[in-house]
């Protein structure tokens, strides 16, 4: 049955790729409402050859749908979406307010597709750093069982939104600093830094990895180190693992896993220079995965346990909106 579809915060960087997403999939869409602030209301944008106009979100606006998309922030978020899911509105939100919350659901199709059935309405999308870490190694994490991880991410500007890549494209093009949306240059430069620091000296972002990594493996005792780096990249997430399983894995047991694995594409060839990049991955949804190598640096104890590899996926696509619309197609069994 066709939908009547909502999207919350519809002209940012992942409200506009999540309406591309819902045409290229042929979401069933009986009606698509444009959702945004009232300085984005009026706006004209093109769906399925009709022009829709962006309309200021209001509780009313949601009346009727079946289906809202978050890609506001927080306090958006929090101020419309918990009465639209109690209004019987199937919500997926793209913003960090409800991700940890006991209540809402926190689903990579890849990784814990069964947590839908759980939900109360509303479902959360996780961060784009934990969807491309956690659906790069979930096939393995289910045959060796996942204990540890260090992780180093190197994350596009597309990840502080619109204004993020507008700033690097703006510094590269005269040369000079921007400083709107980050707090150096960005340009030629590398910030380590992405959110606020915690009393550990780890920030925001690198505590999601953990946090979410958690909830979605349902395993409190899943431990991560992360050190977030925000790199002059448009919009592919890179992040070098190092990880340490339950159960003895070698890397070429990994690339036969990997091969098969849903969503992931193995790209592992280093004699032939083939490995993960974001001129590969960036406007597509599969996550690239490469160096697969042993960690050199474990313990002897651990060592038969414990695997290095790259990989690579494009942040707006498979790290926000594409993933958010495969959690709405296993909700309404679309695409099954
Ligand atoms: C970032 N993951 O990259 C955060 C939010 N998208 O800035």
Redesign the pocket.
């Known amino acids: 049955k066709a939908l009547k579809v909502g999207i919350l915060g519809a002209t940012g960087a992942v409200g506009e790729q999540m309406r591309i997403v819902l045409a290229e999939r042929k979401f069933p869409i009986s009606e698509l409402r444009l959702f945004g602030s009232a300085r984005s209301a009026g706006t004209e944008v093109e769906f399925d050859g009709k022009m829709l106009k962006v309309v200021e979100a209001t509780p009313e606006a949601f009346e009727g749908l079946d289906l809202l998309l978050g890609a506001a922030d927080n306090d958006v978020a929090k101020k419309f979406l918990p009465d639209a899911a109690k209004k019987g509105i199937v919500v997926v939100d793209n913003s960090s307010a409800f991700r940890l919350d006991p209540e809402v659901p926190l689903v990579i199709p890849e990784v814990n597709p069964e947590d839908v059935k759980w939900s109360k309405g509303l479902i959360a999308n996780p961060?784009?750093?934990t969807i491309i870490a956690l659906t790069a190694v979930a096939a393995l994490h289910r045959k060796a069982r996942l204990r540890r991880m260090v992780a180093s991410t190197y994350?596009a500007v597309s990840?502080?939104g619109r204004g993020g890549m507008e700033d690097l494209e703006e510094e590269v093009k005269t040369g000079r600093p921007v400083l709107r949306t980050f707090p150096y240059p960005i340009a030629y430069n590398l910030i380590p830094q992405?959110g606020g620091f915690n009393d550990l000296g780890y920030t925001s972002?690198e505590m999601k990895l953990q946090n979410e990594g958690r909830k979605m493996l349902h395993d409190d005792t899943f431990l991560v180190s992360c050190t977030c780096v925000r790199v002059p990249i448009m919009r592919s997430?890179s992040e070098a693992l190092t990880l340490e399983f339950e159960k003895e894995i070698s890397p070429e047991e990994a690339r036969e896993i990997l091969q098969n694995a849903p969503g992931v594409k193995l790209w592992d060839d280093p004699a032939e220079k083939h490995y993960p990049m974001p001129m590969l991955t960036s406007d597509q949804d599969l996550v690239y995965v490469g160096r697969v190598r042993r960690d050199l640096a474990a313990t002897k104890e651990a060592y038969n346990r414990s695997l290095s590899l790259f990989c690579c996926a494009d942040?707006i696509r498979k790290g926000?909106a594409t993933n958010a619309i495969q959690i709405a197609e296993i909700v309404f069994g679309i695409n099954a």
């Open positions: 961060n784009c750093a994350q990840g502080a992405i972002e997430h942040q926000a």
